[in-house]
């Protein structure tokens, strides 16, 4: 009877088996098959290393450990994303880019035109955990959001858990997006990159020490300032717009038991207009990472971690000319375990802490001794968790945990006591001092049930729990958006969700077709009132308000893994409505992420081994706004009046993306291997809007005229990638 196993991230895994005479197969996405015959007498340790496959890329894949590994894993809602496979993806300005590919599976969505943000099942994007190398990432844009900070060319691996969150992580309500960085190549010196219309790019790997030590390292620089001056705009010819980021890591095998990772990111993002005002932000993260293993069963990892954000908005020559800066800054550590009981049970359990350090602003005006600064936020976030995952016969699976987690104010801190959402008392608490603490179980559970053995069906039930959140009132976010903790009178947000799905391959795995259920509802949800004041305000808490919040829908997916022509199609069908006392007269309204209709189409053919086409055509229903209804005429000025929240919509939303992608020709022993990716984004012109304003018809003052805001007609893009 077949048997197997899959590895860890970090490669590590175990099977146990009786003694006598097994053929292996190690396999994995992308790379060749190896077949191996073994004679097990006694307890093997065995390492086998795969050999890249030369073989033309499809787009974006959702890949698989085997080949019905989506019918047999207990898991739903997860999606496994392989980034050196999206090169022939048409996207923004040629520049290839994991989130933005990413939206294109079913109930993700991007928050705004061109943003990097991104909504999963509802939720709003404060609500993702996104992890680089486990390390908190806590904006993920560049260009204020036309492009992601994630470099393709060093990613490993991307796994998206768009609802069943494992128990290992916690901290946000909506989804976990971790992504790993590649290791670098023990053996032989490798390159890769590519030189598109605003952006380049460069990584480099190779052996320090040959087959024990080796790094990568990568960069990127956007040139588009370089092109400003052109402008017929004189004003636009003094501005300035670019970004540059580094990834870089190193692997050291120290033993066959231990191994050491110490990897980074460091990115900065500039925006200059003419000579007065620049605002600048940028993102660091520091990973160090110790595998150890106590036997061929138990599996450790040591984690320690930092991550910074932080902005910056200076004015030079107005008056008051002022610096305003702010950082979200955190350690943490972690330690987890993994205990391969046998080949049918898989027992995780492990503890993090993070400290959170948090300055919303300051504000100090050049030349002057005068600073205005929000007080400081710190925090101590704790968990401790514990999952199994268990095979139960040939047909069920099942993965089951719990999380406890903690988060405790520090202070020294001025804390405001809060009546009506006004300023009654301020309690003063010492340096380090805990003055409020919150604390909850979240529990999580999912099974698969194998009807066939190319059919099965899933159901997960998981609890979340958010204790940090952003202040914001756009829906496509901003550099200038603060984090903020749960105190003494914000709680912590949290969110039970259930989902169902049926799974199915056909014509030997050829086909996917998938279609999950769920439902989702938030207590603790957070919104603000209008006009709220939410930068350098010491005293945000006035501006909140609290209420519930649910989501419901369904995504099906089909999908085709192989021939000449691959791709898929996905819809989503999902509301989301939030109900608060204070906010439209305590009638439920729909969210600002509430799109019920979405459609994606991706398509990619090989014409030859050398061309391929690709097109991609998404829709959606247009984003929810407020209309005004009325005026009326106060003073000689004309007022609007406002319908109820969010009551009405944007026109929908939808747009063809055309590619093509010519490789150079395969000779053998030649290894400079290049293409040219020729692209258009939004192909035929249409003029979509991401938002509306308002103003008085000329003709009639007693009329409102709608006109909508456009960022991006038709974009075409050429890029030349390369690696050797």
């Not at 300055?359 to 514990?386: C, H, I, M, T, W």
Request: aromatic share 14%; glycine share 6%; hydrophobic share 35%.
């Amino acid at each position: 009877m077949a048997t197997g196993t899959t590895s860890n991230v970090y490669g590590f895994y175990s099977i146990t088996l009786p003694e006598g005479k097994y053929n292996l197969v190690f396999s994995y996405i992308g790379y060749n098959n190896v077949d191996y015959v073994l004679e097990l007498s006694k307890n093997t340790t065995l390492n086998m290393e795969l050999d890249e496959q030369s073989m033309m890329l499809e787009m974006v894949v959702i890949t698989a450990k085997k080949e019905n590994e989506n019918i047999t894993r207990s898991q739903m809602s997860v999606a496994k994303l392989d980034p050196k496979s999206i090169s022939t993806m048409p996207v923004l300005m040629g520049e290839s880019d994991l989130l933005k590919s990413m939206q294109l599976l079913p109930g993700i969505q991007a928050t705004s035109e061109g943003s990097a943000g991104f909504s999963v099942r509802g939720g709003s994007s404060d609500q993702n955990l996104i992890l680089l190398d486990e390390a908190q990432v806590y904006n993920a844009s560049h260009l204020l959001g036309f492009f992601s900070v994630f470099n393709s060319d060093v990613i490993k691996d991307a796994t998206l858990y768009k609802g069943d969150i494992p128990a290992s992580n916690g901290g946000r309500l909506a989804s976990l997006l971790d992504i790993r960085m590649r290791d670098g190549n023990k053996k032989e010196f490798h390159g890769q990159g590519g030189i598109g219309i605003i952006a380049s790019r460069l990584a480099l790997e190779g052996p320090i020490v040959k087959d024990k030590t080796s790094f990568v390292i990568a960069g990127r620089r956007t040139y588009a300032d370089m092109f400003l001056p052109l402008a017929k705009d004189t004003t636009v010819q003094k501005n300035k717009l670019y970004f540059y980021d580094l990834n870089a890591k190193i692997n050291w095998d120290i033993n066959p038991d231990n191994r050491i990772f110490l990897s980074g990111y460091f990115g900065r993002d500039f925006y200059g207009f003419g000579k007065d005002v620049s605002l600048g932000w940028g993102n660091s993260t520091v990973t160090a990472r110790w595998n150890h293993l106590f036997s061929s069963k138990l599996f450790s990892n040591l984690t320690f971690l930092y991550s910074n954000y932080q902005y910056e908005l200076e004015t030079k020559t107005s008056s008051p000319a002022f610096v305003w800066n702010a950082v979200q800054e955190n350690l943490s550590a972690k330690y987890d375990f993994t205990y391969y009981q046998s080949t049918n049970s898989t027992i995780r359990y492990g503890a993090q802490t993070i400290r959170h350090f948090i300055q919303p602003g300051k504000f100090k005006v050049r030349d002057q001794d005068a600073e205005y600064r929000v007080p400081d936020n710190k925090a101590l976030e704790s968990a401790v968790y514990v999952l199994h995952e268990q095979k139960i016969g040939e047909k069920l699976n099942i993965n089951y945990g719990v999380r406890a987690s903690m988060f405790q104010n520090l202070g020294k801190a001025a804390v405001y006591k809060i009546q009506n959402y006004q300023v009654v008392d301020t309690l003063e608490y010492a340096k380090n001092k805990v003055y409020n603490t919150h604390f909850g179980f979240e529990p999580r559970v999912s099974a698969s049930f194998v009807l066939e053995h190319n059919s099965s069906v899933k159901a997960f039930y998981s609890q979340t729990k958010q204790y940090i959140q952003q202040a914001s009132n756009s829906i496509g976010g901003s550099p200038l958006d603060v984090w903020f903790p749960a105190s003494k009178y914000v709680k912590p947000q949290y969110a039970d969700q259930v989902g169902v799905g049926y799974f199915r391959n056909i014509f030997d795995n050829v086909y996917e077709i998938s279609i999950e259920g769920f439902y989702k509802h938030m207590d603790n949800q957070i919104d603000f009132q209008d006009n709220a004041e939410l930068i350098l305000n010491n005293q945000l808490e006035k501006e909140l308000r609290f209420g519930k919040a649910r989501a419901y829908g369904a995504d099906f997916m089909i999908r085709k893994n192989e021939g000449k022509l691959t791709g898929w199609l996905s819809y989503c069908y999902s509301r989301t409505l939030r109900k608060f006392p204070e906010i439209n007269n305590g009638k439920e309204y729909p969210g600002n992420y509430d799109k019920p209709h979405s459609l994606n189409i991706v398509a990619n053919y090989a014409l030859t081994k050398r061309a391929t086409i690709s097109a991609t055509w998404v829709y959606s229903s247009g984003n929810a706004i407020t209309y005004p209804e009325m005026r009326f005429e106060h003073g000689g000025i004309y007022l609007p009046v406002y319908g109820d929240k969010n009551s009405g919509r944007l026109p929908d939303y939808h747009r063809l993306d055309p590619a093509f992608t010519l490789k150079n020709k395969v000779k053998e022993g030649r290894k400079w291997h290049s293409e040219w990716n020729f692209a258009a984004y939004n192909a035929y012109n249409r003029a979509n809007a991401y938002s509306a304003y308002f103003e008085r018809d000329e003709n009639d003052p007693n009329k409102i005229k709608a006109y909508k805001m456009v960022m991006f007609k038709i974009v075409p893009s050429v890029t030349y990638n390369f690696k050797f």
